[in-house]
């Protein structure tokens, strides 16, 4: 009996710290990730970026190496992503993007991620912003 609660005692405090020591989270077929564990996933070259907010939110500023498919046409541009490649999605907060991630999943992508927060995390964490102004005085 005492082994029995030593090991309940020692085993499930384990197993809980395990299953929350990472902050990723594996829900419907994609992953959720902090905006700090995405900045390494985004900088990766195999990695494909997808910034699914309306196309004036994207000017108005948006990740480096992301690219702008709305929400709204994703289901029509399918075939501008690869299936078999990481695909990391973004919006402002991440309702979008969690949408997208299940309309990916559904369709056959392998490795969706989200970014949870969003943009508002992305800018929050100090991580660099494009304007599309920026780009055009260059």
């Known amino acids: ?17 395990a299953a929350c020591g990472s902050a990723a989270s594996t829900v419907d077929g994609y992953r959720s990730v902090t905006v700090s564990e995405a900045k390494p996933m985004v900088d990766a070259a195999y990695s494909q970026f997808v910034d699914v ?53 559904r369709n056959g992508f392998k490795d969706v991620v989200v970014v949870r927060g969003g943009m508002n995390a992305w800018t929050e964490a100090g991580f660099p912003i494009v304007r599309d102004d920026d780009e055009q005085k260059k």
């Open 53 to 105: 907010r309306t196309a004036d939110e994207f000017k108005s500023g948006h990740a480096p190496r992301s690219r702008n498919i709305p929400l709204d046409t994703l289901a029509a541009n399918l075939d501008l992503l690869e299936k078999n490649e990481t695909v990391i999605l973004i919006c402002r907060t991440d309702n979008r993007s969690r949408q997208a991630a299940e309309l990916l999943h």
């Open 1 to 17: 009996m005492r082994i029995r609660r030593f090991l309940t005692g020692a085993i499930v405090p384990v197993l809980f710290a």
